[in-house]
């Protein structure tokens, strides 16, 4: 049989075909002159930066297959379905690629044309003829896979390769979906960018998956818009945002920022501190968005006397009287204290200039402003309307009981007032050892006093662990702009871990988002997610478990040791497998493992740091595994980890999250008594 005639020979020929137009498309870039095209270096600048980026994006991951699958249309998309119309075929793949002539040869799987291939069906098959799903080995096509949607005489079936490619060994860094999405994320994926989208999903699930790609889908939709106002991922820690770093790159977009909730609130001060669980609880409590505001407008002080302005031979009064009811409006506008106080010498001013009409003068908005800074009107805000200093408040009402009590009467009773006021008295902002709560508390107190910049969309990942607080301060990022949460109420590790997502999207000021939830796991095996599931009426009992659609069951093993020797022995016998392993232990267990795997020969890393051929073992504390995954997992001591929290059910969440972290398999090991919620 020729070679044409081979249909495996011909996708490989499209590839080869499309490699070479891409790398075509990218050396047009990297030709293109701009010396004569700009105005000045400030645009010159702007556009080698643009050109640069665009240079990035057209990169050929040549490990990473360039189009994935294909649709066979019955007829020509948005043409007329009149009997013999010919159909069209597109190549489906993580980014647009055209020959010299501009015709498509790979279709963004972001594109209208392309949403078939992750929604079309037997029960539906959206005009499509054939979907053909690629095989890839090292970036290779090895194999292929069709459906013949329209075809009535063809049942329906489950993909080997899609099953494959969620079941392939996770080596390195959280790698992109568009592959295997399936229909029920692909509608959260593209959802429109007004709204805020809340996913529930339980581990395995892929919502960090959907989340991340829905920000590219995002990009791709209303790129001009999403330029101008930016997009941010927020995540847990940064171990976690190294591991979901290049999911967003790989799909050819590069300006999206990412941060942890403490990256944004910690912009003036140094965190040295902790809290205890109480102090933190009340700390994160929405209330204390009221006392701050009460603190910050008790500065403004009714004016006692007027205001005598002198210009050239004349004086002109402004009554107190006159300049109470001007602050009084401005309080009532509910603007904030900044600019309100910016506001009050222009009108000021604008109840001189109407004195100044009234006797038969012209003054115009230059007089206006000259009198805005005439330096009795100056004296005149200074003591009525003084500035504020957020972080110096915050100490303040963390310092001072007097204070604390006038601004969190009716608030806070007195009990809850002593939790967190602040032991010994401290000198200054700079010498004070803030904790990350404080971080959030002088951040709202710095949006009453200036409005906090808004983004164009935020991607809020393991929302579950925040305080309401924490969400004032991520939806102060997106007030005009919308969001996507990502969360698992089960897995809520922490002393004010989220109750309902109603709450959470009310105190992020997106009280109208709606709700998914996702309950096909496609990475945690049946037998380990079946064994976490027995903690869900412990921890969440409203929760739907997830239901695993992997046809693999995965390996699970139970085993009592006597000793951290047998540890290392269970990571050894994993580390035969191909793929990644995790030790997640309790953290108080980790350097007592650490030295156990050194002494052993064991090299090992840290969460985050990316494995390799020759060191494929991270040790896990317990505190960090929230997001991460590993094909193989060997979870030290189960009780441990619970009585690491300082209560059980916090615990038992740290322990679920722990149990689920595993790919492929997973190993328990324990020589104390197994937590009782695991009996069964």
């Given at each position: 049989?020729?070679?044409?005639?081979?249909?495996?020979a011909r996708?490989r020929?499209h590839l080869a075909?499309s490699?070479?137009?891409?790398?075509?498309m990218?050396?047009?870039?990297?030709?293109l002159?701009?010396?004569?095209?700009?105005?000045?270096?400030?645009?010159?600048?702007?556009l080698?930066?643009?050109?640069e980026?665009?240079i990035k994006?057209?990169?050929?991951?040549?490990?990473?297959p360039?189009?994935?699958?294909?649709?066979?249309?019955?007829?020509?998309?948005?043409?007329?379905?009149a009997?013999?119309?010919?159909?069209e075929?597109?190549y489906?793949?993580?980014?647009?690629v055209?020959?010299?002539?501009?015709?498509?040869?790979?279709?963004?799987w972001r594109?209208?044309?392309s949403?078939?291939f992750?929604?079309?069906?037997?029960k539906?098959p959206?005009?499509?003829?054939?979907?053909?799903?690629?095989?890839?080995?090292r970036?290779?096509?090895?194999a292929?896979?069709?459906?013949?949607?329209?075809?009535?005489?063809?049942a329906a079936?489950?993909?080997?390769l899609?099953?494959?490619?969620?079941?392939?060994?996770?080596?390195?860094?959280?790698?992109?979906?568009?592959?295997?999405?399936?229909?029920e994320?692909?509608?959260?994926?593209?959802?429109?960018?007004?709204g805020?989208?809340c996913?529930?999903?339980g581990?395995?699930?892929?919502k960090?998956?959907v989340?991340l790609h829905?920000?590219?889908?995002?990009?791709?939709?209303?790129?001009?818009r999403l330029?101008r106002?930016?997009t941010?991922?927020?995540?847990?820690?940064r171990?976690?945002l190294?591991?979901?770093?290049?999911?967003l790159?790989?799909?050819?977009?590069?300006?999206?920022?990412?941060?942890?909730v403490?990256?944004?609130?910690?912009?003036?001060?140094?965190?040295?501190g902790?809290?205890?669980?109480?102090?933190?609880v009340?700390?994160?409590?929405?209330?204390?968005?009221?006392v701050?505001k009460?603190a910050v407008?008790?500065?403004?002080?009714?004016?006692?006397?007027?205001?005598?302005?002198?210009?050239g031979?004349?004086r002109?009064?402004?009554?107190?009287?006159e300049?109470?009811?001007?602050?009084r409006?401005?309080?009532d506008?509910?603007i904030r204290?900044?600019?309100?106080?910016e506001?009050?010498?222009?009108?000021?001013?604008?109840?001189?200039?109407?004195?100044?009409?009234r006797s038969?003068?012209?003054?115009?908005?230059?007089?206006q402003?000259?009198v805005?800074?005439?330096?009795?009107?100056?004296?005149?805000?200074?003591?009525?309307?003084?500035?504020?200093?957020?972080?110096?408040l915050v100490?303040?009402?963390?310092?001072?009981a007097d204070?604390?009590a006038?601004?969190a009467?009716?608030?806070?009773?007195?009990d809850e007032?002593?939790t967190?006021?602040?032991?010994?008295?401290?000198?200054?902002?700079?010498?004070?050892?803030?904790?990350?709560a404080?971080?959030?508390?002088i951040?709202?107190?710095?949006?009453?006093?200036?409005?906090?910049?808004?983004?164009?969309?935020?991607?809020?990942d393991?929302?579950?662990?925040?305080?309401?607080?924490?969400?004032?301060a991520?939806?102060?990022?997106?007030?005009?702009?919308?969001?996507?949460v990502?969360?698992?109420l089960?897995?809520?590790?922490?002393?004010?871990?989220?109750r309902?997502?109603?709450e959470?999207l009310?105190h992020?000021?997106?009280?109208?988002g709606?709700?998914?939830?996702?309950?096909?796991?496609?990475?945690v095996p049946?037998?380990?997610?079946?064994y976490?599931?027995?903690?869900?009426?412990?921890?969440?009992p409203?929760?739907?478990?997830?239901?695993?659609?992997r046809?693999?069951?995965?390996?699970?093993?139970?085993?009592e040791?006597?000793g951290?020797?047998?540890?290392?022995?269970a990571?050894?016998e994993?580390?035969?497998?191909?793929g990644?392993t995790?030790?997640i232990?309790a953290?108080?267990?980790?350097?007592?493992l650490?030295?156990a795997?050194?002494?052993?020969?064991?090299p090992?890393?840290?969460?985050?740091?990316?494995?390799?051929?020759?060191?494929?073992l991270?040790?896990?504390?317990?505190?960090l595994?929230?997001?991460l995954?590993?094909d193989?997992?060997?979870?030290?001591?189960?009780?441990?980890?619970?009585?690491?929290?300082?209560?059980?059910r916090?615990?038992?969440?740290?322990?679920?999250?722990?149990?689920?972290?595993?790919?492929?398999?997973?190993?328990?090991t324990?020589?104390?008594?197994?937590?009782?919620?695991?009996?069964g």
């Open positions: 049989m020729p070679a044409t005639d081979d249909p495996l996708e020929s075909a490699r070479a137009a891409l790398r075509a990218r050396e047009d870039v990297e030709s002159d701009i010396k004569d095209v700009t105005a000045n270096w400030v645009n010159a600048e702007v080698a930066r643009q050109i980026e665009r994006a057209l990169a050929d991951l040549t490990d990473t360039l189009f994935f699958g294909r649709l066979d249309y019955l007829h020509a998309p948005g043409a007329d379905r009997e013999g119309a010919e159909g075929r597109f489906i793949g993580r980014r647009h055209h020959d010299h002539d501009g015709d498509p040869m790979v279709i963004d594109a209208p044309v949403q078939p992750y929604r079309a069906s037997k539906d959206m005009d499509v003829g054939l979907r053909r799903r690629f095989g890839y080995t970036g290779d096509i090895t292929y896979e069709d459906e013949h949607l329209s075809d009535p005489a063809e079936q489950t993909s080997k899609l099953q494959q490619e969620i079941e392939r060994p996770r080596v390195g860094p959280m790698r992109d979906i568009v592959a295997t999405i399936q229909p994320q692909d509608e959260i994926v593209r959802s429109g960018l007004g805020t989208v996913v529930q999903g581990p395995g699930t892929g960090t998956a989340g829905r920000v590219a889908y995002l990009l791709y939709a209303h790129r001009e330029a106002t930016g941010l991922v927020i995540g847990p820690n171990s976690f190294h591991y979901i770093e290049q999911v790159p790989a799909l050819g977009e590069l300006s999206v920022q990412q941060a942890t403490d990256d944004l609130v910690a912009k003036s001060i140094e965190v040295r902790t809290d205890d669980a109480p102090a933190a009340l700390k994160g409590d929405a209330r204390m968005a009221e701050l009460r407008h008790s500065h403004v002080t009714m004016p006692t006397e007027p205001v005598m302005v002198v210009r031979s004349r002109w009064r402004v009554p107190a009287y300049i109470e009811e001007i602050v409006e401005l309080l506008r509910g204290y900044g600019a309100a106080r506001a009050l010498p222009q009108r000021i001013a604008h109840a001189v200039l109407v004195q100044m009409e038969g003068e012209a003054p115009d908005d230059r007089v402003d000259a805005a800074r005439n330096s009795a009107v100056k004296a005149a805000v200074k003591a009525i309307w003084p500035p504020v200093d957020p972080a110096r100490l303040r009402l963390l310092t001072d204070f604390l006038e601004h009467e009716g608030v806070l009773d007195e007032q002593k967190i006021l602040w032991a010994k008295p401290v000198r200054s902002v700079k010498s004070a050892k803030w904790s990350a404080d971080a959030v508390l951040d709202e107190a710095r949006d009453i006093v200036e409005r906090t910049h808004s983004l164009g969309h935020v991607v809020l393991e929302a579950q662990d925040l305080s309401p607080m924490q969400y004032r991520v939806g102060r990022r997106c007030s005009t702009g919308s969001a996507t990502l969360g698992d089960a897995q809520g590790t922490t002393p004010w871990a989220t309902s997502w109603d959470a009310a992020l000021g997106k009280a109208d709606v709700i998914e939830e996702l309950t096909a796991g496609f990475r049946t037998d380990v997610i079946t976490a599931s027995r903690l869900l009426p412990h921890i969440a409203g929760l739907t478990p997830v239901a695993s659609v046809e693999n069951p995965g390996f699970f093993d139970l085993r040791t006597s951290t020797g047998e540890v290392v022995a990571c050894e994993l580390l035969r497998n191909e990644s995790g030790l232990a953290d108080a267990r980790v350097p007592e650490a030295e795997l050194t002494a052993a020969g064991i090992y890393l840290a969460p985050g740091e990316e494995t390799t051929a020759e060191t494929r991270t040790l896990v504390p317990a505190s595994a929230k997001g995954e590993y193989y997992v060997v979870l030290d001591e189960p009780q441990a980890v619970v009585d690491g929290e300082p209560d059980e916090t615990g038992l969440r740290r322990l679920y999250v722990a149990l689920t972290r595993a790919v492929s398999g997973l190993i328990v324990h020589s104390a008594p197994l937590p009782a919620a695991l009996a």
